[in-house]
């Protein structure tokens, strides 16, 4: 546990990455709330890459200071995360396995057959007869715990290490089989992780070594069923009736059922060879179990490698260069069948439909920096550090529907089996997004008593995201400390006691942009999304016409933050007390707003508002 961050669980579902909040939300949007992750030097959009058995250490910089050298998206925070390398000494061969079982840690009370039976009957919302057409008196479903049983989860790592002064390496490889805690195998997940770090001495003053890793999952495209609103199927097992079963046989249906059968309606079929039961008390409840198989053939796979490769010089004892180039390169494949259904009068499906997409994602980033420490007069310690970064995003995505095959067994479940007179859409993208920062920090230390650090970082991103008028942010920060343990004056204190004391204090700016799409800025135009009508025949053209409205003074999102705070030990260092303030004031947040009806659009961006945090721990 770590004072002033918050772990967010948003989904059950397995394989799900949990969201880090460090000192409150501050941003309009989710998904710009989130800290910066870097991993190995390499900055990451989530952690849903990283093995947590690779892990060797994680640091996490709340404050704007110690945040302030990552400058761009750092508003809310750093998540630095280093690997694992190999240990000196002989070689090991390590094996770790665990076999676990999962539930709802929490389960509702709901109304059993009963109770819900009379109140249906004294609340006037069903006409007289229902209850009766749709319960047998006997059946009492606890839909809660039908459709969450719980699961297993297996996992197995291996790997091997080892090192010795001249270098190291590192490598695992680990298998997990997670079955989830829904119904069935709609919700499973498997993946394999692998991990390869090594560094190598070439000579005194250089150092050349790489941090590699490898992922792949496959799970069902139904397994975001979890979560996703009134049509998930937590939602949707809240609102079923205790009175119907999960399912019913060719032989026991109730009436309505069987003439839904006769008439030839698809019901919904499991595996077991039951049938999702359907009720008439509500067109609106749906059989959380008919949200899941509706769908028979759906699959999610994803397949990454990220890492980085580096060269450390040190020419000198006191200077050390080092340049890093990272990569991220991930491919998302989503294909999802579907078949005829009927689970009510509102909710059906008449044809066969099938769609599939591609999404290739590539990122490297190029990182050099120069680090010097001089030490003068034996009390003057003073490090400097000057760098700069460059990132690059691309991706391409692909996508295509058809809604009938020339035939429907496994095998035929792929687009190039589209039937000529089928309705095929097809769809594609291609994104690219640049960032180039520079950075310099200055660190003074004065006999290990008095600290003063100043930093300075310049973002910019490429024009998808602001103009070029705006387009650079300049992220400031200083730091000051005070370690009174070292001060003459206490050498006579008693060390037993009061084994340490160190007074500080920060302030910085931070920057972020994540809220935006690309191009939120500019006037953009929709080509062929609308007809006109030209001319006296009345002949419909093709039509283009602006999709949003310009704002070229967009500029970043700013987090100003001050913090004040005291470290103390006590006895001998066994007792260690922090205590910490801070006030973080979000200015110029990056919001839609509406703007007149008279300009045709709905939303524009613009900087309006602002959120402070404040906040003390001990």
């Not at 999610?300 to 060269?311: I, P, Q, R």
């Not at 180039?325 to 989503?334: D, F, P, R, T, V």
């Not at 995003?393 to 589209?418: C, V």
């Amino acid at each position: 546990l770590v004072s002033g961050v918050q772990s967010v669980s948003v989904s059950g579902d397995p394989g799900s990455v949990g969201e880090i909040r460090i000192r409150g939300l501050a941003s309009n949007s989710s998904s710009s709330n989130t800290p910066l992750y870097v991993v190995d030097g390499l900055l990451v959009k989530n952690l849903g890459q990283i093995h947590p058995q690779n892990v060797e250490k994680i640091e996490i910089f709340k404050e704007a200071a110690s945040a302030a050298i990552y400058g761009a998206q750092a508003g809310n925070g750093v998540v630095v995360i280093t690997t694992k390398t190999g240990s000196s000494g002989n070689g090991r061969i390590f094996y770790d396995g665990s076999y676990r079982f999962e539930s709802l840690g929490w389960r509702p009370r709901m109304m059993n057959a009963s109770e819900y039976s009379t109140f249906l009957r004294s609340s006037g919302l069903v006409t007289p007869g229902v209850v009766e057409e749709n319960w047998n008196g006997i059946t009492d479903t606890d839909w809660i715990d039908k459709m969450f049983p719980g699961g297993y989860a297996r996992q197995h790592t291996f790997g091997m290490e080892g090192g010795n002064a001249k270098g190291d390496y590192f490598m695992s490889a680990s298998f997990l089989d997670n079955d989830g805690i829904l119904y069935g195998d709609k919700d499973r997940m498997e993946s394999v992780n692998a991990q390869f770090n090594a560094s190598y001495r070439v000579k005194d003053w250089a150092r050349i070594g790489s941090t590699n890793a490898l992922q792949y999952k496959k799970s069902s495209a139904e397994i975001g069923s979890f979560g996703g609103g009134d049509k998930s199927v937590m939602a949707l097992a809240y609102g079923m009736s205790p009175l119907l079963p999960m399912t019913y046989t060719r032989n026991d249906m109730p009436e309505y059922m069987r003439a839904y059968f006769d008439k030839g309606y698809p019901l919904i079929k499991i595996p077991t060879g039951e049938y999702a039961s359907t009720t008439t008390i509500s067109s609106s409840m749906i059989n959380p179990l008919a949200r899941l198989y509706r769908y028979p053939d759906s699959v999610n796979e994803y397949l990454a490698t990220y890492g980085t490769v580096f060269l450390d010089l040190t020419p000198v004892k006191s200077l050390k260069f080092t340049s890093r180039l990272g990569y991220n390169i991930s491919a998302k494949y989503k294909s999802r069948y579907e078949e005829p259904w009927y689970v009510g009068e509102q909710e059906y499906n008449t044809e066969y439909n099938l769609s599939s997409s591609l999404d290739w994602q590539f990122r490297y980033q190029w990182d050099n920096f120069v680090n010097a420490d001089f030490l003068v007069g034996g009390v003057h310690d003073i490090d400097l550090m000057v760098g700069m970064s460059y990132m690059e995003d691309n991706g391409r995505y692909s996508s295509g529907s058809t809604n009938n095959l020339k035939d429907y067994l496994p095998n035929f479940r792929f687009l190039d089996f589209s039937t000529v007179d089928a309705v095929d859409k097809v769809g594609g993208l291609v994104s690219r997004q640049a960032a180039l920062s520079y950075f310099t920090r200055v660190g003074y230390d004065y006999d290990d008593r008095y600290f003063l650090q100043l930093s300075l970082r310049a973002d910019a991103f490429d024009t998808s995201r602001l103009s070029r008028l705006s387009r650079w942010g300049y992220f400031p920060s200083v730091s000051f400390g005070w370690n009174i343990t070292n001060e003459p004056w206490m050498d006579n204190a008693d060390k037993s006691v009061l084994s340490f004391l160190k007074l500080r204090s920060s302030w910085g700016i931070n920057g972020n942009i994540g809220v935006l799409s690309d191009y939120e800025y500019a006037a953009t135009v929709t080509v062929g999304g609308s007809e006109y009508a030209l001319g006296t025949d009345g002949t419909l053209t093709q039509a283009s016409y602006p999709s949003k409205l310009a704002n070229d003074e967009l500029k970043w999102e700013e987090s100003e933050q001050l913090d004040l705070g005291l470290d103390a030990r006590f006895f001998r260092s066994r007792l260690s007390v922090t205590a910490d303030y801070y006030s973080k004031l979000n200015r110029d947040l990056l919001v839609s707003v509406t703007p007149s009806y008279t300009t045709g659009q709905s939303s524009v961006y613009m900087n309006a508002g602002s959120v402070r945090n404040r906040g003390s721990y001990v």
